[in-house]
């Protein structure tokens, strides 16, 4: 019956046919299937996922064919399988004007609240059209705003303040998979640079630090997109996590039109590959990575990506802690394209043992690589060492600046050409450089909207904290 929830058992012949539309997981538990009203299924909605949180873990919300319209879903203990019949068949529409309130996770404005240890999201697209999803509210330390926080919300722990609200700890491993999910935000009242209406399409965080154990976490994130949002996949204040974005030529994920595809901040021994994914009209970064505290080490592996910069964007945007470094980068086989001044391609101002190796950077912009501080920053101690960049391909692209840029800050870093030389401007110390021209310390004036830019990165990061 429409506009209400069935419960059906496990049966074979029910067990096929949710196979056939998300083999990404086996239905284990009930089943409650949900029929759009053609207005309001937020109820609807709500309450199948109440029913299968109560029927316990292994069950299934099951969405059919068809368009419905919601507003803020809370499943917080679920932990099953939310499925659709396809991302062009299945689609989730966000109502306008929801209350919205970022006092407490109960409120915060996300489309879809999960904290699970054993999540599967599959077969469906999620739609935030409307330019006002919330009715005006304080977002943050922006101001007054009718931006979504986010379409939907992972989470292993409590991640607002106050500390002492956070969830039990997960003491069983946390296995989260979304495949072939479709994420699409609009034009909105975004009160800084951007106008998206939505501010993350995937947010995974955990604030506490204290769920899942160390090594627990394994999240794969294939064969989706996400389009029109100022972050694309985000993930912080995590620990021990696993994560894999895309990974093969079939798994790979699409970004359109986000400000920052694939954001990383404050996160603590944590692995992570982003591969084969397809970065379109990037205005900030394909890749921002920002550091945890000392001593916690992070290894990202960023291969086989196509990134297309926008605006004032970069391909790659890698910050550590001065003095105490944290992360492993490998850089390599990925494709950028720079559309005009002001663009950056791999960007490591305050980043050490930075492997970048085998791209491809063409098009035009002001730096194909940069390595420490090109002038900006007013660093008086050495913030980027021990790189190695080696092979890649910059010979077609035009520079404003150089194809390859060790800053003043900059020491012990390698550069081994490719086949054709490569023009590199050297500003630190004790780099040594082979197979490449030296293009000695002539460097131009960063531009005004590029100090705009870089600015905004760090206060959007200081207000996140």
Not at 129 to 154: D, N, R
Not at 341 to 368: K, T
Request: overall charge negative.
């Amino acid at each position: 019956m429409k506009g209400s929830t069935r419960i059906a058992l496990c049966l074979l012949a029910v067990v096929s046919l949710l196979v056939a539309a998300a083999p990404v997981r086996a239905v284990t538990g009930a089943v409650f299937t949900v029929y759009p009203n053609g207005m309001d299924d937020t109820a609807a909605l709500q309450q199948a996922f109440n029913d299968a949180i109560s029927a316990g873990a292994g069950s299934t919300v099951q969405l059919v064919e068809g368009v419905y319209h919601t507003g803020l879903i809370n499943a917080f203990g679920f932990n099953g399988a939310f499925l659709g019949k396809g991302m062009d068949k299945t689609i989730i529409r966000a109502l306008p004007d929801m209350v919205c309130d970022v006092s407490s996770i109960a409120k915060v404005p996300t489309l879809f609240k999960f904290m699970a240890y054993n999540l599967t999201i599959s077969s469906l697209s999620i739609e935030v059209l409307v330019e006002k999803p919330c009715l005006e509210y304080e977002f943050y330390e922006y101001g007054p705003s009718t931006v979504l926080e986010s379409m939907i919300l992972l989470s292993g722990g409590q991640p607002f303040p106050p500390a002492d609200e956070c969830m039990p700890v997960f003491s069983q491993p946390v296995n989260i998979v979304i495949d072939k999910v479709s994420l699409k935000g609009s034009n909105g009242d975004w009160p800084t640079y951007a106008t998206h209406n939505v501010m993350h399409g995937v947010e995974m965080w955990d604030y506490c630090q204290d769920s899942p154990p160390d090594g627990k976490w394994s999240l794969k994130f294939t064969r989706s997109r996400i389009e029109h949002t100022y972050f694309g996949f985000s993930r912080g204040w995590l620990r021990g996590l696993n994560l894999k974005l895309g990974g093969s030529l079939k798994e790979g994920n699409t970004f359109k039109t986000v400000g920052n595809a694939i954001y990383l901040v404050y996160n603590r021994n944590v692995v992570t590959e982003d591969s084969h994914n397809v970065m379109q009209d990037v205005f900030f970064n394909g890749l921002l990575v920002y550091a945890s505290g000392a001593d916690q080490l992070n290894y990202h592996r960023f291969h086989h990506n196509t990134v297309e910069v926008a605006d004032i964007g970069n391909g790659v945007w890698i910050e550590d802690n001065i003095g105490l470094p944290t992360l492993s980068v490998e850089i390599s086989r990925n494709n950028f394209l720079l559309t005009g001044p002001y663009q950056w391609g791999i960007v490591g101002a305050v980043a050490d043992h930075l492997l970048v190796s085998n791209n491809h950077i063409r098009g035009s912009g002001d730096i194909g690589v940069l390595a420490g501080d090109p002038g900006y920053f007013g660093f008086d101690v050495v913030t980027a060492s021990n790189w190695l960049i080696r092979a890649n391909n910059v010979e077609t692209a035009e520079f404003a600046w150089a194809p390859i840029v060790l800053g003043y800050s900059s020491a012990s870093c390698v550069v081994i050409g490719s086949d054709n030389a490569t023009n590199v401007v050297d500003l630190g110390t004790d780099n040594i450089l082979t197979g490449v021209n030296n293009a000695g310390q002539k460097l131009g004036q960063i531009s005004i909207s590029k100090m705009m830019q870089l600015t905004e990165i760090k206060e959007l990061v200081q207000r996140m904290r």
